[in-house]
């Protein structure tokens, strides 16, 4: 990883995935060892040393953020640095050698929130007691001020609605308070910021839509990150066009419910409308989205991918379980029957589109006839990626409760066979790919010279040979050579 990407350290949350939000489980194979080169730009795309200048309030502090969980908490992490480099502050590599410490928090499943409390507990024997301590994010905004108690040497809570207060927030603690939190989750703000600083410099995130209001049984999401709220759209339309000034030609709109958008502007710009707008910004070659509900997944998203190609064709939709006993449990809002329906009107596009899904196993009262239901969904959905995971109770959730819960040894067992079997779909689907070209973003070098990484608009990752040396960033056309289940390998069409 170079320099600047790895400033932000991103964890995955994901059973052997890259993130959360997080489209294919794409692991490199061992003779392609990929990374991120060093970004060739500051990353900031405003003007932040004029800002360092005009709110000089940081003096030049140095702060770290390490990030746990999804893509959305990856992008809030990039606007945090922005917000902050924009007061003066200055981001280092390692907790170490920072005066302010942060973790973006995931509180998804309970393993994520342990991994948060792990990492504090490797403060509790350092003698570098001057540092700032802050838990960021949904473990924030969950445990509020009982993490003062678990963790005595945090100074600093801070919810995802809050995260323009962190500045003042800081300046507080530099006041003599001991103790500063920003939990409110009532707020209309969608963390827009003068500054962000990005971490890919190809590929910009950008949140249209925050927090969710639907009630899955098992989710926290709505407790951690309040209710809907969604940006209007000519900020959005500002931001992307600024984005692609700066030179990112690929823009990835982000939200727990992404398709759930809903203008607050009196334009009142629907979704596949917003699609639409983004992709005719000049510069703009790629334009992606997550996550999509299926509720509120409509014709007019398939006809945008179909006839704009900016649009790429990759969608994820996330179904659960294939049994609709369990998704009424779930409170997921439609039927397998219902859920199918949609994949049939996805893949029968005119343009070949993926579809990736997540799918949680062992839910209270799943039956070994329900979870038999999910496995022969994944033959009736043959998706192109999936990510499983075991139920996790979580709190505040009303599943939390539900009587018949699946052992945990049982929940491993499902888990292994959903996998095994999507694993053999994917292998098969991808061998018929071989021969085919497709274009990709080359987003990653081998050490070994020649060869490269990439991305298809179907989110697929093809790593291929090239003689050419200057490929970071470019769009390449690659033929498939061999495929494996999580990704593909090819050579350069010269
Ligand atoms: N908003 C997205 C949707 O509705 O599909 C999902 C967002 S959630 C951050 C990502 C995934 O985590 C979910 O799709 C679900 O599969 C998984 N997940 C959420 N709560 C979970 C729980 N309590 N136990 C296990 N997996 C969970
Ligand atoms: Fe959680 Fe359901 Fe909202 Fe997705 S739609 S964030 S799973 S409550």
């Given at each position: 990883?170079?320099p600047?990407?790895?400033?932000?350290?991103a964890?995955?949350?994901?059973?052997?995935?890259?993130?959360?939000?997080k489209?294919f489980?794409?692991?490199?194979?061992?003779?392609?060892d990929?990374?991120?080169?060093?970004?060739?730009?500051?990353?900031?795309?405003?003007?932040a040393?004029?800002?360092?200048q005009a709110?000089?309030?940081g003096?030049?502090?140095?702060?770290y953020?390490?990030?746990?969980?999804c893509q959305?908490?990856?992008?809030?992490?990039?606007?945090?640095?922005?917000?902050?480099?924009g007061?003066?502050?200055?981001?280092?590599d390692?907790?170490?050698?920072?005066?302010?410490?942060?973790?973006?928090?995931?509180?998804?499943r309970?393993?994520?929130?342990?991994?948060?409390?792990?990492?504090?507990g490797?403060?509790?024997t350092?003698?570098?007691?001057g540092?700032?301590?802050?838990?960021?994010?949904c473990v924030?905004?969950?445990?509020?001020?009982k993490?003062?108690?678990?963790?005595?040497w945090?100074?600093?809570?801070c919810?995802?609605?809050?995260?323009?207060?962190?500045?003042?927030?800081l300046?507080e603690?530099?006041?003599?308070n001991h103790?500063?939190?920003?939990?409110?989750?009532d707020t209309d703000?969608?963390?827009?910021?003068?500054?962000t600083?990005?971490d890919?410099?190809?590929?910009?995130?950008?949140?249209?839509?925050?927090g969710c209001?639907?009630?899955?049984?098992?989710?926290?999401?709505?407790?951690?990150?309040?209710?809907?709220?969604?940006?209007?759209?000519?900020?959005i339309?500002?931001?992307v066009?600024?984005?692609?000034d700066?030179?990112?030609t690929?823009?990835?709109?982000?939200?727990?419910?992404?398709?759930?958008y809903?203008?607050p502007?009196?334009?009142r710009?629907?979704?596949?409308?917003l699609?639409?707008?983004?992709?005719?910004?000049?510069?703009?070659?790629r334009?992606?989205f997550?996550t999509?509900?299926?509720?509120?997944?409509?014709?007019d998203?398939?006809?945008?991918i179909?006839?704009?190609?900016?649009l790429?064709?990759h969608?994820?939709?996330?179904?659960?379980?294939g049994?609709t006993?369990?998704?009424?449990?779930?409170q997921?809002?439609?039927?397998r029957?219902?859920?199918?329906?949609?994949?049939?009107?996805?893949r029968?596009?005119?343009?070949?589109?993926s579809?990736?899904?997540d799918?949680?196993?062992?839910?209270?009262?799943?039956?070994?006839?329900d979870?038999?239901?999910?496995m022969?969904?994944?033959?009736?959905?043959k998706y192109?990626?999936?990510?499983?995971?075991?139920?996790s109770p979580?709190?505040?959730?009303?599943a939390?409760?539900m009587?018949n819960?699946?052992p945990?040894?049982?929940?491993?067992?499902r888990?292994?066979a959903?996998?095994?079997?999507q694993?053999?779909?994917?292998?098969?689907?991808?061998?018929t790919?071989?021969g085919?070209?497709?274009?990709?973003?080359?987003?990653?070098?081998?050490?070994?010279?020649?060869?490269?990484a990439?991305?298809?608009?179907?989110?697929?990752?093809l790593?291929?040979?090239?003689?050419?040396?200057?490929?970071l960033?470019?769009?390449?056309?690659?033929?498939?050579?061999?495929?494996?289940?999580?990704?593909?390998?090819?050579?350069?069409?010269?």
């Open positions: 990883m170079g600047l990407a790895s400033r932000i350290r964890h995955a949350t994901r059973g052997g995935s890259s993130d959360c939000g489209l489980d794409t692991p490199m194979p061992p003779s392609i990929v990374r991120l080169e060093s970004l060739t730009r500051s990353g900031l795309e405003a003007p040393a004029a800002l360092v709110q000089p309030s003096q030049g502090a140095t702060f953020i390490e990030t746990f969980g959305m908490n990856v992008h809030d992490s990039e606007k945090v640095a922005g917000v902050l480099l007061r003066g502050y200055l981001q280092v390692s907790p170490e050698a920072a005066k302010v410490v942060f973790y973006n928090t995931c509180s998804i309970e393993k994520a929130a342990h991994k948060v409390f792990s990492r504090l490797e403060f509790r350092r003698k570098d007691s540092k700032i301590i802050g838990v960021l994010g924030a905004q969950q445990e509020g001020e993490i003062f108690e678990r963790a005595p945090v100074s600093l809570v919810g995802s609605a809050s995260y323009r207060k962190l500045p003042e927030l300046d603690l530099e006041a003599g103790r500063v939190t920003g939990l409110d989750k703000e969608t963390f827009e910021t003068e500054v600083r990005r890919n410099p190809y590929r910009a995130y950008l949140t249209i839509i925050e209001d639907k009630t899955c049984s098992y989710c926290v999401v709505p407790f951690t990150r309040g209710p809907e709220r969604s940006r209007s759209s000519a900020l339309l500002e931001e066009r600024r984005l692609a700066a030179g990112y690929e823009i990835q709109l982000l939200g727990q419910t992404v398709n759930s809903r203008d502007s009196s334009r710009v629907s979704f596949a409308e699609l639409a707008a983004v992709a005719a910004v000049a510069g703009v070659r334009v992606r997550t999509s509900h299926p509720r509120d997944f409509g014709r998203i398939v006809d945008a179909e006839s704009i190609p900016a790429c064709d969608v994820h939709l996330p179904v659960q379980s049994s006993r369990v998704l009424r449990a779930m997921r809002t439609y039927t029957e219902e859920y199918l329906e949609k994949i049939t009107m996805i029968s596009a005119r343009r070949a589109i579809v990736t899904s799918i949680i196993v062992g839910f209270p009262g799943e039956t070994e006839q979870f038999e239901e999910t022969t969904l994944l033959e009736a959905a192109d990626g999936v990510f499983s995971f075991q139920y979580r709190p505040n959730t009303t939390q409760h009587p819960a699946v945990d040894e049982e929940k491993g067992r888990l292994i959903l996998q095994t079997r694993r053999d779909i994917q292998t098969a689907h991808n061998e790919l071989i085919q070209t497709y274009e990709v973003l080359v987003d990653g070098a081998s050490r070994r010279a020649g060869q490269w990439g991305r298809t608009s179907g989110n697929r990752v790593n291929f040979t090239s003689p050419r040396s200057d490929l960033g470019q769009y390449i056309q690659v033929r498939v050579t061999h495929a494996g289940p999580n990704s593909l390998a090819g050579e350069q069409v010269i």
